[in-house]
């Protein structure tokens, strides 16, 4: 065989040796383009959006509290019954998405968050019912006390907030996942331009 031949041939071989290196990097930068959409602008929101369900519970809980106890005045309900509506409303963005001032936030992907947060989104539509049923009872004509609605309320509001915080944790998890495997492909993506740079 002529110089000229194995030379053409060699020169041939390194070519498709440093284009295979190339795609396969390539391939690896999608990946790691995947991964990190699906963590930065997927996954953060979801992290954020449960963490408003909390809080505005929260506050809500709160604010009716001190209604009841006289600590607050009666017409601060209407501001309790938005912030529990905007809890749903962060519940259904999780779970459907939805866009408001704060940000995009993209569906649930994951049914045991999913399940969660529908389990969430339900406890929290009877904690409303009930604290309807607990604002009559306070300020009607009887004014009764029922401590069985009373406990209800309490169990309601930790149920769905312990909910809502196994939810976070596992969003919390799959972000961690992410960030690990973003580092493993940029090592993979780095080891394929130096085999191709050598």
Not at 172 to 177: I, N
């Amino acid at each position: 065989m002529k110089i000229k031949t194995i030379l053409s041939i060699g020169f041939i071989l390194i070519a498709l040796v440093i284009g295979s290196l190339g795609l396969l990097s390539l391939f690896e930068i999608k990946k790691l383009h995947e991964t990190s959409v699906q963590l930065g602008v997927k996954n953060a929101p979801l992290v954020d959006a449960v963490m408003e369900i909390k809080l505005t519970a929260t506050t809500a809980h709160l604010w009716f509290e001190e209604i009841i106890a006289g600590a607050e005045e009666r017409e601060v309900i209407e501001d309790v019954w938005l912030l529990l509506d905007q809890s749903l409303w962060f519940c259904d963005a999780i779970i459907s998405g939805g866009k408001n001032e704060e940000g995009t936030f993209y569906a649930v992907e994951d049914k045991v968050i999913e399940n969660k947060i529908l389990s969430v989104k339900s406890d929290i539509k009877d904690f409303i019912k009930i604290a309807k049923l607990r604002l009559e009872n306070h300020f009607g004509d009887k004014a009764l006390q029922d401590q069985t609605l009373d406990n209800k309320f309490d169990e309601l509001f930790d149920r769905f907030i312990q909910s809502a915080d196994s939810a976070e944790t596992i969003i919390q998890e799959k972000m961690a996942e992410d960030a690990e495997y973003m580092t493993k492909l940029v090592q993979e993506s780095k080891n394929y331009m130096d085999r191709s740079y050598y």
